[in-house]
């Protein structure tokens, strides 16, 4: 019997791997295979073998402290995911070879990463891999997060108690007690790097974008990992956060940076590295009333809401654990968005509702929506951006665990302030079906091929109205590309995609569309060009708001203008004020302002009653 675990998560090219190694044979030796298109072994490293000596497994929540053997990581060897097979030597020279065909196995077999050193290529994405949830849901040691949890009452965060320096964590291990196989692949545990992330590591590496990589260890030490990439792609199942990751995925996406989650359950729970970051603890659990120490349930809904940096939240999905679930394939909305070039799919089409192996499961997550003219629409509930756009819905039926009463998968994306993209796949089973379902793979492929150029904030429809990037059905607007960070003006030209709307004119890095006189999204999209070469994408979708809207939208801005007449902070109306009391608020300079909207009020409510529709409220 063999086992193993490296002493840190991930580290660079050129650098000493140290493996923590207890074996009940005589010798041991490793190999080392890198996840590529395939899993290939790598060669270059010293195949000498190690004295072996048998150690005790320790408890899940301390350092096992195994022995240390140490191993040269050749300088040329690229970045990626690495796995060290250790194969036992009997005294009479026999070997014990595990399987080498996958990366899961509950022994005998260690994971780590190998990061990128060096300058970064444009267009290059980072690949996170959930470390945190690996170690999370590990059973080896008797415990995990979750059954037979471990409690610490370690200062200053209390709670279960998880250290990744023990074997398992990423191929498999100890499966936690209660945790099912997967009804749709029993070939792998699900928390393993080979259930959800190996299938799209397979993939991308087979495609022409060649990731780097990194995990949420580095990611939480290193608050610069970010800065020379422009996409960072979240997989599977991407549950735990710690306060520096999500510091670190928040500066990203304010500074224009995109982000790709093909995962959902994502963000769920709040850790706390500790141990000089080598295990983390959460409080799943509250405090009792006696109890003398104190802490808050580590619930990121409760803290920081997840959705204010993914759009959804586990809080409007749910999740269906065990044994065949309900076959749920996302519905299309806004079928000529970009994300859907390629597909065939048309409004209304459904897909990934493969029997086989359905989209939608085993954890999903959405956005609160209700519907408009057809169409679902985020609310905004809980933090999602405003102009969270959802593309695709699948809404739960019976047999789910649902975490609200409308619960829904939805697929969409948003833009941040300063042009960055949040794409949303909402499903942790996302990246099993990437290469198996030719609908899901276009859509991933539209999606990298996009992200992963720097942003250019898309600013339109143009003029603003009531200091507000909005527009009404059948109006003529405008848009323009920055590209300010992108180079000189006359060095950058735009190429243009309007989907929904008719383009009234192109001109370098402005556009002129008419808008549709029907209710409908419209997506306008530029890909910024220098030498011939895309080097930035802009994108851009909301729906026009109806005639009637428009009018009602004028009426609430002037009378909150007339309310707010000069001073915001000193309103003429309040409802905790007599007026007799602040009669003296409306002197000479205020009253033309006043009489100013009022005429714009009453043009727009006789308009609105024109149309007969603003006398039913």
């Known amino acids: 019997m063999i086992s193993g675990y490296p002493r840190f998560p991930s580290l660079f090219p050129g650098e000493t791997l140290v493996l923590h190694v207890s074996t009940s044979s005589p010798r041991f030796r490793v190999d080392f295979y890198r996840q590529g298109a395939t899993l290939q072994r790598m060669t270059g490293t010293n195949p000498q073998a190690k004295d072996g000596l048998a150690v005790p497994d320790g408890p899940p929540d301390v350092d096992w402290g195994w022995p240390g053997y140490h191993f040269a990581i050749p300088a040329e060897w690229p970045s990626g995911i690495y796995l060290a097979v250790l194969i036992e030597i009997a005294g009479d020279g026999s070997e014990t070879m595990p399987d080498t065909a996958t990366t899961f196995g509950t022994s005998a077999k260690a994971l780590f990463v190998l990061r990128h050193r060096g300058p970064v290529a444009a267009g290059t994405p980072l690949y996170k891999v959930s470390w945190a949830t690996f170690a999370a849901y590990n059973g080896t040691g008797y415990g995990s997060l979750y059954t037979e949890a471990v409690w610490s009452r370690e200062q200053p965060h209390p709670g279960f108690k998880v250290t990744w320096?023990?074997?398992?964590?990423?191929?498999?291990?100890?499966?936690?007690?209660?945790?099912?196989?997967?009804?749709?692949?029993?070939?792998?545990?699900?928390?393993?790097f080979e259930h959800w992330d190996a299938p799209f590591v397979r993939w991308l590496e087979a495609t022409e974008f060649a990731p780097h990589y990194c995990s949420d260890w580095d990611l939480h030490r290193d608050m610069a990992l970010l800065q020379p990439y422009s996409l960072l792609l979240s997989t599977g199942h991407d549950e735990y956060w710690s306060d520096a990751m999500r510091a670190a995925l928040d500066a990203h996406v304010a500074r224009g940076g995109n982000i790709s989650f093909f995962s959902?359950?994502?963000?769920?729970?709040?850790?706390?590295f500790t141990d000089d970051d080598t295990a983390f603890t959460c409080a799943k659990a509250v405090p009792a009333m006696k109890d003398p120490d104190r802490w808050t349930a580590d619930t990121w809904s409760e803290i920081n809401p997840e959705c204010r940096i993914t759009g959804v939240a586990s809080a409007f999905g749910g999740g269906w654990w065990d044994g065949k679930r309900q076959t749920l394939g996302y519905t299309v909305q806004h079928a000529t968005h970009w994300i859907y070039a390629g597909t065939g799919l048309v409004d209304g089409?459904?897909?990934?509702?493969?029997?086989?192996?359905?989209?939608?499961?085993?954890?999903?997550?959405?956005?609160?929506?209700?519907?408009?003219?057809?169409?679902?629409?985020?609310?905004?509930?809980?933090?999602?951006p405003r102009d969270f756009t959802i593309l695709g819905i699948a809404e739960l039926g019976d047999g789910w665990v649902?975490?609200?009463?409308?619960?829904?998968?939805?697929?969409?994306?948003?833009?941040?302030?300063?042009?960055?993209?949040?794409?949303?796949?909402?499903t942790t089973d996302w990246p099993i079906l990437a290469p198996r379902n030719t609908h899901v793979a276009t859509i991933t492929r539209n999606v990298v091929d996009r992200l992963r150029w720097p942003s250019a904030r898309l600013l339109g429809p143009l003029p603003a109205r009531a200091g507000r990037m909005l527009a009404a059905m059948g109006e003529t607007v405008s848009f323009h590309l920055d590209t300010g960070k992108l180079g000189a003006a006359d060095e950058v030209t735009c190429e243009w995609e309007v989907a929904g709307a008719h383009v009234v004119e192109a001109s370098g890095v402005s556009l002129r569309v008419q808008l549709p006189d029907?209710?409908?999204?419209?997506?306008?999209?530029?890909?910024?060009?220098?030498?011939?070469?895309?080097?930035?994408?802009?994108?851009?979708?909301?729906?026009?708001?109806?005639?009637?809207?428009?009018?009602?939208?004028?009426?609430?801005?002037n009378l909150r203008e007339m309310v707010l007449a000069g001073e915001?902070?000193?309103?003429?109306?309040?409802?905790?004020?007599?007026?007799?009391?602040?009669?003296?608020?409306?002197?000479?300079?205020?009253?033309?302002?006043?009489?100013e909207r009022a005429e714009r009020l009453q043009a727009a409510a006789a308009r609105l009653m024109r149309t007969g529709r603003g006398r039913d409220g």
Not at 165 to 188: K, L, N, Q
Not at 264 to 272: A, K
Not at 351 to 360: K, Y
Request: hydrophobic content about 40%; charged content about 20%.
């Open 568 to 595: 915001p902070a000193n309103p003429l109306v309040n409802p905790s004020f007599d007026p007799l009391d602040r009669g003296w608020l409306i002197f000479s300079i205020r009253v033309p302002w006043i009489r």
């Open 518 to 557: 029907t209710a409908a999204l419209v997506t306008v999209t530029g890909f910024a060009i220098k030498a011939g070469q895309r080097i930035g994408f802009g994108c851009r979708s909301f729906m026009p708001m109806t005639a009637d809207e428009a009018l009602k939208l004028d009426m609430l801005i």
């Open 264 to 272: 959902g359950n994502i963000s769920g729970y709040r850790i706390h």
């Open 402 to 426: 649902a975490s609200h009463p409308r619960a829904a998968a939805t697929m969409g994306l948003y833009v941040s302030p300063q042009g960055g993209i949040v794409f949303q796949g909402a």
């Open 165 to 192: 320096r023990r074997p398992g964590c990423g191929t498999g291990g100890t499966v936690m007690p209660g945790d099912s196989e997967d009804f749709y692949d029993t070939a792998s545990r699900r928390q393993t």
């Open 349 to 384: 089409a459904v897909f990934g509702d493969d029997d086989d192996f359905p989209l939608i499961g085993y954890e999903v997550d959405g956005a609160a929506f209700r519907y408009r003219n057809g169409l679902a629409i985020a609310t905004g509930e809980m933090g999602t």
